[in-house]
Structure formats: C-alpha cells, structure tokens
C-alpha cells in the first residue's frame, strides 16, 4: 500500500515556513469570550487506534514502547498549540494559536492529525484503519494541505516535528545504521557467549559453557526450525525521553554463577514451576498477553483508560496522562534493555539444564504445559510457557514486564494523587493460552491498588519459568525511579516551566 505524507519537515527552514504560515499568538482570550467546554474521547480514542496495530502487527515491547511514546509526543505537541501555558517537547511555544483559535473542535482536530500522522510513520502497513478513524471524525488527509484548514496543518507540523528529532535517536527505524537496511536490526555488534540450545532434546553441560549469561533457543514454530537472536540488543542506547541516559538507575548486577544465590534461585523457579496451582497459570497467563496478545504496556493503557473514564477526565487531562504514561514505558524499555544488554544474564532455562544435570524433577514435557507435569530429567527441563516460544528472545536481568509496569503504576499514583486502582478481570473457564484446558472455572484476578498490579506482573513470569525473582524485584524498583523522572518532565512541560 503506498503511503501518505503531508509536509516535508526535514529541515529548519521549512518548519519555519509553516509556522509562519500558520501564525501565533500568546493573547489571553477576551474577556468577553466564554471558556469552551471540555472535549472527551478524542485522545483515548486514538491510543486504542495505536494499540490495535500493536496488536496487528506484533510489534515487540521495545519496539512498541517507542511508538505509542511518538503518537503520544506528537499529540501533546499538537495540543500545547491550543494551551496558554504548555510547552511543546520539541517546538516550546512556536506553535502557540491566538486565542480565537483555541476552540475545543480545532484541538481536537490538531490532536487527531498529529496521531494519524506519527500513526502512518510507525505502522505504515495500517494505512487503510487510520483513515478509516479520520473519516469517523469527518476528516481526511488531504485536509493537511488545505490552507483554510490550520487545526490539521498544526497537528501534521507538530508530528513532524517529534518525526523528524526521532529519526536519529539510535532506534534504527530507518535501516541506515545497518548494511542490510533493516528496521530496527542490530548495530551493536553483539553476539552470545553460547551457543543455540535445542529445547526439544537434553542439553548436555558442554552446550553451555557460559551458564551464567544469555543463550538464544532453537525451537519449531508451526513446523520450522526457529533459533533466537538477542532483540535490539542496542536499545539500551536510544535516546530517552527524562532520563540522561540508559544507564541512569541501571540495577546492581545479578547473583553471580557459583554463588549460593544462583543455585537457590534456580532451585526456587523448579520447586514454584512444580506447585503452581490453576490461579497462579491463569496470572502467568493474562500477564503475558493471554489470546488477545496484549504486551505489557499495553495493560497500562487500557488501565489508565478505566481511570480515566473513573474520574471523568477530559480530553486535556487524557493528552497530559497518556503523554506521561507512553514515555514513561518508552523510558523503562531502554532502562531494562540497558541492563539486559550489560548483565547478559542467563535465563532460567539455561541455569537450571545446567545445574540440575542428572537429577529427575518435576517439568513439563517439550510439546509444552499443555501434556501436564512429568518426571524428566534436568538437562531437559521446561518452563510454563508455550513450546513455540518457550522463553523471550533476551537476557533474564532486568525483567520487562516489571520495569514497564512499575513506570507505568508511578505515573497513575502521580497523576491521580492516590495508589487506589481497585480493578479486578475474569478469565472465562478453559480460555488460557498457556494450557487451553484451564482454568478448570473462571477466576477473578482483582488488585486493590497499582502496586498490586505491578507486584503481580512481576512474579507472574516466575510462574511462567521465563524469569529469576531478582529480575522482578529489581525491575520493580528500576520502574519507579524511571516513572519518577518521566513523570517531573513531562509535568514541568505542560506547566509551561520546563
């Protein structure tokens, strides 16, 4: 499908040009001019656009947690045009409208052009929905070009404006850090101290000859052979958001192989894998995205949307939540990709083939859960997690699925004031992803307060086998200082002091 664009902003004097075109002002609105009622619905409705070709497209959490931080980015960018206070991330008050402008219909057109356009960027193959949304909103791209239509011109120049500052921020979008061309490839020059480990045969200890640090896994998906490779492994170097750099609050490093630390907590994740009861697979497997495949981040959106709807909160309040939030899993993704990349920490699968060679333990069989919990012997150990991805393609410290979640949880506790979430699911009888057969009845997983949440994502990849409860727990504090420091910039920009 050939792709839109609207403007070319890809060098100073043009921006110029459009900014001078479209006109500012920081005028107060007359005194005889009522304040416009708040919009709703145009933010939220855009971020379950964006997280729907997540979805479509399988774009892993990294990747993702950069995409949904540009849509984000670009419409607050749009919407601090229309504020008489904020800030734009990038253009700071060079989009600012004159009051006459500052209705609620040309924000929300503003804020609904900048999302196709950042849209369009990231998830090109979704063309066809994103228009789709425009035309519910009796919009269309050509609208952008159309000189009596400024709202639009506003919102494609705002998205620009984070397109274009985004294009070098070390994420490879564009293929050009790499010879072959590919989007997002690796141009750090990693490779594994291991070798591939089978995971349908016995790994014998020869085959791991670095026990304590990552190993990629061949495995058949849908009848082909599949051998991991370490996904992005240069995130840790993409350029953040708040923080200085990836490293910022990168964790202490994890349990050293040989250590007691590292025996014990291989010994825990066999003996947790051995007990787990119907409730803890039915956590291991809504956490991990279930059926619908929803990524971690993801969870938080839909979470904050529910707050949202719970507190009634207008469009205004949306731009500045779902603008914090976004970056703040941006943030934590190039925080834990950091430490994953600089631990290159083994995985339980690797440890625990290892360790537990010729000892018979309780495990699932390599077909996966689904056959049920066997003696087999250590060396071919398996975790709680389907055999066609029996472990994620990176290294074990930090966990994402903690760093993302106690970022996200930061951002709600700051935004809203309270710790307070109170917000429970059902999963249907015999749905789970996992083991199809189970739960055997529904259960209700509920959470009093977002640390619940984040402490339940955290250990639900203990219940999967695919983590060390150090990743979790070290991931959880990770999170909150990234969530901290996202939260007090963002904050600082739409209160027009940063």
């Given at each position: 499908m050939k792709r839109r664009t609207f403007l070319t902003m890809g060098s100073a004097a043009a921006l110029g040009s459009a900014l001078t075109a479209c006109g500012g002002s920081d005028e107060p609105p007359p005194p005889s001019q009522p304040e416009p009622p708040a919009q709703v619905g145009t933010v939220?409705?855009?971020?379950?656009?964006?997280?729907?070709?997540?979805?479509?497209?399988?774009?892993?959490?990294?990747?993702?947690?950069?995409?949904?931080?540009?849509?984000?980015?670009?419409?607050?960018?749009?919407?601090?045009?229309?504020?008489?206070?904020?800030?734009?991330?990038?253009?700071?008050?060079?989009?600012?409208?004159?009051a006459a402008e500052r209705t609620p219909a040309n924000k929300a057109l503003a804020i609904s052009f900048a999302a196709y356009t950042a849209l369009l960027d990231q998830f090109p193959s979704q063309q066809a929905a994103f228009e789709a949304?425009?035309?519910?909103?009796?919009?269309?791209?050509?609208?952008?070009?159309?000189?009596?239509a400024t709202a639009p011109r506003v919102g494609t120049i705002a998205a620009h404006a984070v397109l274009d500052r985004c294009r070098d921020d070390g994420a490879n979008q564009n293929g050009k850090l790499t010879p072959g061309g590919m989007p997002f490839a690796d141009y750090s020059g990693y490779l594994p101290r291991n070798p591939p480990l089978l995971i349908?045969?016995?790994?014998?200890?020869?085959?791991?000859?670095?026990?304590?640090?990552?190993?990629?896994?061949?495995?058949?998906?849908g009848g082909v052979r599949r051998t991991q490779t370490f996904l992005t492994p240069f995130w840790g170097s993409v350029r953040p958001f708040a923080l200085g750099a990836g490293g910022q609050f990168r964790p202490p490093p994890p349990a050293a192989f040989g250590s007691r630390e590292f025996i014990d907590q291989a010994e825990q994740v066999v003996q947790v894998q051995a007990t787990l009861t119907e409730r803890q697979k039915a956590i291991a497997d809504y956490w991990a995205g279930s059926t619908v495949g929803e990524l971690p981040g993801s969870y938080w959106c839909r979470f904050a949307q529910l707050i949202s709807e719970r507190n009634d909160y207008s469009d205004d309040d949306n731009i500045?939540?779902?603008?914090?939030?976004?970056?703040?899993?941006?943030?934590?993704s190039i925080a834990a990709w950091d430490a994953k990349r600089a631990y290159d920490f083994?995985?339980?699968?690797?440890?625990?083939?290892?360790?537990?060679?010729?000892?018979?333990?309780?495990?699932?069989?390599?077909e996966g859960p689904a056959g049920g919990l066997r003696p087999v012997a250590g060396e071919a150990w398996m975790p709680f997690h389907p055999a066609s991805a029996p472990t994620p393609a990176f290294p074990d410290h930090v966990s994402g699925h903690s760093t993302f979640s106690a970022a996200s949880a930061e951002i709600l506790r700051r935004f809203t004031g309270s710790d307070t979430f109170r917000h429970e699911v059902t999963i249907a009888a015999r749905s789970l992803l996992i083991d199809p057969a189970l739960p055997s009845a529904p259960v209700t997983l509920a959470w009093e307060t977002f640390?619940?949440?984040?402490?339940?994502?955290?250990?639900?990849?203990?219940y999967a086998g695919i983590h060390f409860e150090r990743a979790s727990t070290d991931g959880r504090t990770l999170g909150t200082q990234v969530g901290a420091a996202v939260f007090a910039r963002a904050q600082a920009l739409w209160l027009g002091y940063a």
């Open positions: 939220i409705a855009w971020n379950n656009t964006a997280l729907d070709a997540v979805r479509a497209t399988r774009m892993p959490p990294p990747i993702a947690a950069r995409a949904l931080a540009i849509v984000h980015s670009a419409m607050y960018e749009a919407w601090a045009a229309y504020d008489s206070v904020a800030l734009g991330q990038y253009l700071g008050a060079q989009l600012r409208r004159p949304h425009l035309a519910a909103l009796n919009s269309r791209p050509i609208d952008a070009y159309n000189n009596s349908t045969q016995p790994t014998p200890r020869a085959s791991i000859p670095f026990p304590g640090l990552w190993q990629p896994l061949s495995f058949d998906a500045k939540l779902f603008f914090a939030l976004a970056n703040a899993v941006f943030d934590a083994a995985r339980p699968i690797s440890a625990i083939r290892y360790l537990m060679q010729g000892r018979i333990i309780q495990s699932f069989g390599p640390s619940d949440a984040v402490a339940e994502a955290g250990i639900s990849r203990v």
